[in-house]
């Protein structure tokens, strides 16, 4: 489907304008360096599944990418084990709990029911197909860069702040692990997964992958084949899923169509076949999610009329 660019880039500036400083939510503070970015930076970008492209504010500033990670780890485990080991191994449902919930695998016999809360994340990481360490993270870095078509690259800083500080996720890694739902070496996929949560992108590259998984893995800017056409659907439905944690309801209620955040500040929605909206400001809800960027995102797509349950 194609897009009137005109429209596309006045929809674009309006949503910016009305919401990239909208008050509340604070800056992640459990990942020391996330605590220190400017939390007055707002971005908003869409790149459509024909490869136009349409920004306003800092959509050129590069931040950590820290959960919406999981989308592209779960795009390469699809690729590599297939969709009904995923769902086996991993799971396709919400845990209706916190994102690093121990609880959540108390409560579900240790699966921990979706890849992209913490637990699974891990998990996604372990079943990656890898001759070692820097094989798995290269893997993982390599399909980040493919959906979002530029080579994304590790910030020492960002990870430097988290793997001093990832105990938690540390824990919920042996967790798995006793329970035979780990794959790996457990520390060695926590190390992969803090790594792949500490790449820098722009809000620019983030709309990428999303308009990647729109056009049914074929990045629309390179040209290049990142992911298998058949399994996009997979990753749109865990996106629907959980994409949002405690709020995906919510977003699928209101909003209506598949998305992913990061505690970054960026979040990530996706209108299969014809683009993605990616926005990105640092204050978060309690869930976890960018106050600005869930009001940008979904100003968009409401003026735009996309809402998969509409029709
Ligand atoms: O593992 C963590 O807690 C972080 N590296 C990522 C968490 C995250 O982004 C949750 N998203 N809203």
Redesign the pocket.
Known sequence: MSVDLVALKQVVQAAYDEHHAAPGGENASY?PYLANVPSNLSALAVVTADGDIVTAGDSDYRFAI??ISKVCTLALALDDIGPDAVQEKIGADPTGLP??SVIALELHHDKPLSPLV?AGAMATVSVVEATSIDDRWRRILDMQSRLAGAQLELSDDVNQS?QTT?FH?RAIAWLLYSADAMYCDPMEACDVY?RQ?STLISTVQLATIGATLAAKGMNPITKVKALAAEHTRFVLAEMTMEGM?GRSGDWAYTVGLPAK????GGILTVVPGVMGIAAFSPPLDET??SVRGQLMAAAVAQALGYNLYSG
């Open positions: 990942i820290e959960s994102f690093n913490n988290e990832n996720n803090t949560c944690y955040s990061g505690v970054g976890g999610n």
